[in-house]
């Protein structure tokens, strides 16, 4: 695999990758949510190698004087390195705008996932194995987000790990119906201006294989509490034009 730049986040650690930007296909005719399949580009960026572990926003919550969320003296997701989990969509923003960044946009993250070639996982488009991503795990039986990272075969053409499971992710758009009548390429599309609930990607432990593809997407509350065992997120920050190692 091509090496990229990366570089280490200073306020809270996190090893960013560079993503080049570029034009790609967007969406699949698998679901009607994911339709139709439209062009769009993306400018450069900064992401996190890694979701945002529970060791990440501890710090967060130790500087700020948050509240962690009620997973986090939970047996089964509360190690440092697991990704945090249960933090609502406000609570994602905050700690990446305490962390100098922001949400990734849901075409950004998409792009990080598949790169421009329309592959349908992060590693190509062989089918899902669990020794090669994090899914398919049960609820009430052991089943747990794994520490961040630690399956290097969930890897993105640009490097990013854990995009076909492991926890969903919060993305920075409400969502809404993909355009029909795109006769150009978006450029930096944010999705539309008003909504009722915020996109989130990447599939989770508990999910099936069907469930863990690049495109599938899954508009959720943004305010939720219960059931949240499954919501993650990690960092994005704006490019400086700093691509050294």
Not at 28 to 42: K, N, T, Y
């Amino acid at each position: 695999m091509t090496s990229r730049p990366e570089r280490i986040n200073g306020k809270d650690g996190t090893i960013l990758i560079y993503i080049p930007g570029g034009e790609f296909v967007m969406g699949s005719d698998e679901f009607s949510m994911e339709r139709p399949p439209h062009l769009v580009r993306v400018s450069p960026f900064w992401m996190g190698r890694t979701e945002v572990s529970n060791a990440q926003f501890r710090q967060f919550l130790k500087q700020t004087g948050g509240t962690p969320t009620e997973y986090d003296m939970k047996a089964l997701y509360d190690h440092p390195d697991q990704p945090v989990v249960g933090v609502t969509w406000d609570e994602a923003v905050r700690y990446c705008r305490w962390a100098g960044g922001r949400l990734p946009r849901e075409a950004e993250w998409e792009f990080a996932a598949r790169g421009n070639d329309g592959r349908t996982y992060p590693w190509g488009n062989t089918e899902p194995r669990k020794s090669r991503a994090v899914y398919g795990r049960i609820f009430g039986q052991g089943g747990q987000p794994a520490e961040v990272g630690t399956t290097p075969g969930d890897e993105s053409p640009f490097g990013i790990r854990d995009m076909a499971g492991n926890v969903m992710e919060w993305c920075s758009d409400w969502y809404g119906p993909y355009p029909s009548d795109a006769d150009q390429p978006l450029i930096d599309p944010i999705g539309p201006a008003t909504g009722t609930k915020r996109i989130m990607r990447g599939g989770c432990w508990n999910f099936q294989a069907t469930s863990v593809r690049s495109t599938g997407r899954w508009p959720t509350v943004p305010d939720i509490r219960s059931g949240a065992e499954h919501n993650g997120f990690r960092l994005v920050v704006a490019d400086d034009g700093k691509t050294e190692h």
